[in-house]
């Protein structure tokens, strides 16, 4: 089949977690994004098992790489390079995507790329916005992460300027949701819930953000206090048999875990004197946490760039993105020794 132009093809696959991503890159055009997600496999234990996620891996894999191909109108001998989420995940999870992966790569004699998850997440703005300003701040906030970032050059210079010292933001949605009976995965539902609620119904607290916490924990978050402080809460009220009002204590938790993110992230960008703030991870699709920051950004000239809801959630598409990035800019690739590595640090880029 012709190619649509010179740049490299680049597939990416993402299996940090519970969805199979598969996405397809050209330079900074998106070609196919194709995911199957084993979330409701999960609904039932609220929240993801390891074992069972890595067997959906397993299933989904090569349909999903079909799929990706039949999007993208390419066969997978066009592919030029292959990039894999290395780490940071579920360490059963990770080794099915990179054992597809260097599977791939000897089949095909292709370039390998064992990326981080986490850079991943920043370099996706790409394929909506362009190339990234340099430097930029990252706030990265997901089911497993809460993060602050600040981004030199997304393939070799990513800096940690904080991070959650217990539940991250997506976690404590989950099991807050939980409390409320509201379906897992919990932050779309306690979105959605919330808009028909009043934020300031209860004064939640507001994690690491008193003076003597902003001295030691400047940039980093906690959201294991505010989680119980919800619990009890709700169980006060069903000691008493008084109905718990679910939108409110819904939105009251939501204003207060989006209060500590984008003032966090506003005040990092302000500190550091950066321009540009740029928002990832499954929880940046929340609606009142992209209202706010945009309403706390301007009140300092800062610019907000946030991916689009499909691709902030784990995909493909974020590992292609930043494995074309990789290859455009001659960065050495992985050797084929490549481990699937749980704990991956944010500062290795590459594996």
Not at 116 to 140: F, I, K, R, S, Y
Request: glycine share 10%.
């Amino acid at each position: 089949m012709a190619r649509v132009s010179d740049e490299p093809l680049v597939l990416g696959i993402e299996t940090s977690c519970d969805e199979t991503g598969v996405g397809l890159v050209r330079g900074n055009a998106l070609l196919a994004d194709a995911v199957a997600s084993s979330v409701e496999e999960h609904a039932r234990y609220g929240g993801v098992v390891p074992e069972v996620a890595s067997r959906a891996h397993l299933e989904a894999m090569v349909p999903t790489i079909e799929r990706a191909c039949r999007e993208a109108r390419v066969r997978i001998d066009d592919v030029d390079a292959v990039a894999v989420t290395s780490g940071p995940g579920l360490a059963g999870a990770l080794l099915v995507g990179v054992a597809s992966a260097k599977a791939l790569a000897i089949g095909l004699g292709r370039p390998l790329y064992g990326v981080n998850h986490l850079a991943a997440h920043v370099a996706v703005d790409q394929l909506e916005h362009g190339p990234l300003p340099e430097p930029c701040v990252a706030m990265l906030v997901s089911g497993g992460h809460s993060s602050l970032l600040l981004v030199d050059d997304v393939t070799t210079g990513v800096r940690p300027l904080g991070a959650t010292i217990d539940d991250a933001a997506g976690e404590a949605f989950d099991k807050v949701a939980r409390l409320l009976g509201l379906p897992f995965p919990g932050g779309p539902h306690i979105d959605r819930v919330a808009r028909d609620g009043d934020s300031a119904y209860v004064d939640f607290p507001r994690g690491l953000t008193s003076g003597r916490d902003l001295q030691r924990y400047r940039f980093d978050f906690s959201f294991s206090g505010l989680k119980t402080a919800v619990a009890r809460w709700v169980e006060a009220r069903e000691r008493a048999g008084e109905p718990v009002p679910v939108a409110d204590v819904a939105a009251s938790f939501q204003e207060a875990v989006c209060d500590v993110l984008t003032r966090k992230a506003v005040d990092a960008c302000r500190e550091i004197g950066v321009e540009d703030l740029l928002i990832g991870g499954g929880v940046a699709a929340n609606s009142r946490l992209r209202l706010l920051t945009e309403e706390r950004a301007s009140r300092h000239g800062i610019r907000v760039r946030v991916p689009r809801p499909g691709l902030c959630t784990d995909n493909g598409a974020m590992v292609a993105a930043l494995g074309s990035e990789l290859v455009a800019r001659g960065r050495t690739p992985s050797t084929l020794d490549l481990p699937a590595d749980s704990s991956m640090p944010v500062t290795q880029v590459v594996a």
